[in-house]
Each structure stands twice: as structure tokens, then as C-alpha cells.
Nanobody, 121 residues
Framework: QVQLVESGGGLVQPGGSLRLSCAAS????????MSWYRQAPGKERDLVAH???????NYADSVKGRFTISRDNAKKTVYLQMNSLKPEDTAVYYC???????????????WGQGTQVTVSS
């Protein structure tokens, strides 16, 4: 059994900051790429930020300069530091990770359950 558990969402005023965490647990042999996505009501799920196992990152244009993705491989955790938040950042944020389970030799994409981020005054 493999799980991704997000935390850190909540209500914040415009201009504020939040830090999301996503911890992987279970019978994991290796973790490749990790990402954060978000989905606003009535919209598709979009990529926000991505980080490779080597630490290379890329971001959606809408969050560049405001959000930072990072990871702690020892803790099997990916983070999303969100600064200068705007109302349009309001969405459910999901983490995604390519994981290799013990006993296999291929990577499978797993999703977390999502955490709500609301930016409002």
C-alpha cells in the first residue's frame, strides 16, 4: 500500500503565504518526479510545479517567482512554498509522484487526496 498525504492548506488573505507538504509512505523502493497540480471549481486540473529526482524544477507561468517547489528525498516529501498569494490561486492542490513499489521495476503515478487552498479577504 502506497499513500501520498498532503497537508498545509487553509484560508489565507491575499498577499499571504502557505506551505504545502506531501509525504509518501508505504512499500516504496524509489521516487522519481514529483509535482503539484491544482484544480479550481469548474476547471481542469493543471500543473503548478514539477521537480525531478535530481532537483530540477519548472513552474506554470502564473506562479513563477511566487511559488517554490522542493523535496526531501530522505523524508519522501515534496513541498510547495506559496508566497504573494492571489484570489486566483484558490483551488484544491494535489501532489503527484512517480513511485516504484518494492517488488516491481516500473514507476506508477500516484495522487494525494488534495488539500484546499482559499485566498480571500
Amino acid at each position: 500500500q502506497v499513500q501520498l498525504v498532503e497537508s498545509g492548506g487553509g484560508l489565507v488573505q491575499p498577499g499571504g503565504s502557505l506551505r504545502l507538504s506531501c509525504a509518501a509512505s508505504g512499500s516504496i523502493l524509489s521516487i522519481n518526479d514529483m509535482s503539484w497540480y491544482r484544480q479550481a471549481p469548474g476547471k481542469e486540473r493543471d500543473l503548478v510545479a514539477h521537480i525531478t529526482s535530481g532537483g530540477s524544477t519548472n513552474y506554470a507561468d502564473s506562479v513563477k517567482g511566487r511559488f517554490t517547489i522542493s523535496r526531501d528525498n530522505a523524508k519522501k516529501t515534496v513541498y510547495l512554498q506559496m508566497n504573494s498569494l492571489k484570489p486566483e490561486d484558490t483551488a484544491v492542490y494535489y501532489c503527484n509522484a512517480d513511485l516504484m513499489r518494492r517488488g516491481t521495476n516500473w514507476y506508477t503515478a500516484y495522487w494525494g487526496q488534495g488539500t484546499q487552498v482559499t485566498v480571500s479577504s
